[in-house]
């Protein structure tokens, strides 16, 4: 092979590489490394703050190829946590999560669109108490790397929802309708 046509082969090769589409990779969400916190008004004298830890999902990640992001997650009502025996018992029961009834909230990507250098506007469904409604999200793309073999990835996002929108009406208006809510986790490529 003269040196011409290696170099042609090899400009081929790149050039054939470069207009490959991109695929982005996939990644199992990291329940130890999860967090979902929430916090809402207790009479308008304080607010009360609790976290969700129970959560798995799946996500797919290409930074330069929003539109072929997805997400998914599924969190587990049943591991509400105030740090108050009591409230977490009645968060549990009929009056707010109904956990027997819906032990799980959920949320699934529809669109990504980039909005920074590392921020996105992540649009999907949010399910709560059987019902689900279109919500947007912030989302920062905190930072990826290797850690001990694995190649990770890690979000968060903060956003407001209305409870009575979810049909968790109990104790309106003295209990905040609106609540605030913290997500940050990472996955793990597979």
Partial sequence: MTDLTRKLVSTMVVLAVAVLPAVADD?????SHFAALFK???LGFSNTYGMIP????????????????ALEVVVKTESINTHHEGRDKHLRGPDFFDTKQFPEMRFKSTTWEKT????YAVT??????????EITLDVAHLGSGEMRGD?????????SILRSDYGMNYGLPGVGDEVTITISFEGVRK
């Fill in 27 to 31: 990644y199992d969400l990291d329940a």
């Fill in 40 to 42: 809402v008004s207790h």
């Fill in 54 to 69: 129970d959560a798995s999902g799946s996500f797919s990640f290409d930074p330069e190829k929003p539109e072929s992001n």
């Fill in 116 to 119: 920074g250098d590392n921020t």
């Fill in 124 to 133: 999907g469904d949010f399910t709560l108490l059987g019902t689900t409604k």
């Fill in 151 to 159: 190649y990770r990835t890690g979000f968060e996002t903060t956003f």
